[in-house]
């Protein structure tokens, strides 16, 4: 079956523009994860729905980044006014439980990954 | 989340066992451990995770001491493939499901 998938795979923009990531989960699966990866670093959250809920966004680094899910599947990532210290690959992860499960035991499923270049 | 420690790198034979360490001497009674893998452009891979006994899967083992202060994850037959970074991350049951990733263990597997 298809894993959780994302798109583009490669952006490069100028700083100041306005971008837009996007995660396809496996279908049916409730919670949808965005990390952040720094060259050379392992992955920090950003933020996590459960569904169509936005349960938390405490890694969000500033107010212009932006995430929606709102049909509960598909999720888009947005960075306004992009600076160079965006630059970083993004992953989206999945799992199939909604956390506040009484025992969350669930594996995430991660995709390959945006890779954002801000010149 | 409780802190890992885990050494930034290591090597291991082809075929040999590879013992990946960590340590987690903070960790809460309702942390599991986690450990992921991700090679070169690809994102993370889930391995396996427990909660204070020993497990095994088709990937690897996962050796958890009794004080739950550190876990060793083994490859038994490393191939080539498995040349790759290995995080070994603590994460509660009821925090909301995020991992908090250290900056792991790069391993290389060499012929």
């Known amino acids: 079956g298809a894993g959780v998938s994302q798109s583009p795979r490669y952006k490069v923009a100028k700083r100041g523009q306005d971008v837009a990531l996007r995660c396809d989960p496996i279908?049916?699966?409730?919670?949808l994860f965005w990390y952040q990866q720094a060259l050379g670093q392992g992955p920090e959250f950003l933020t996590y729905?459960?569904?169509?809920?936005?349960?938390?966004k405490s890694g969000l680094p500033s107010d212009r980044f932006f995430a929606e899910r709102p049909e509960g599947s598909v999720s888009t990532l947005k960075i306004q006014r992009t600076q160079q210290e965006d630059s970083a690959v993004y992953l989206c992860a999945s799992s199939l439980a909604g956390v506040f499960a009484e025992e969350y035991q669930e594996t995430q499923y991660f995709g390959p990954g945006t890779r954002l270049l801000v010149l | 989340d409780a802190k890992t420690t885990q050494p930034p790198s290591m090597d291991c034979a082809e075929g040999r066992a590879a013992n990946l360490p960590c340590n987690h001497s903070t960790i809460s009674g309702n942390e599991y451990v986690y450990w992921y893998r991700q090679i070169h452009s690809q994102g993370p891979q889930y391995i396996i995770h427990?909660?204070?006994n020993n497990e095994t899967n088709e990937m690897a083992s996962l050796i958890i001491t009794e004080d739950r202060k550190s876990s060793t994850l083994i490859l038994p037959h490393a191939t080539l493939r498995d040349t790759a970074v290995y995080y070994c991350?603590?994460?509660?049951?009821?925090?909301?499901?995020?991992?908090?990733f250290g900056d792991g263990t790069t391993l290389t597997v060499k012929p």
């Open positions: 991350i603590v994460r509660a049951n009821t925090n909301a499901g995020k991992s908090t």
């Open positions: 729905f459960q569904n169509e809920a936005q349960l938390d």
């Open positions: 427990g909660l204070k």
């Open positions: 279908s049916g699966h409730v919670s």
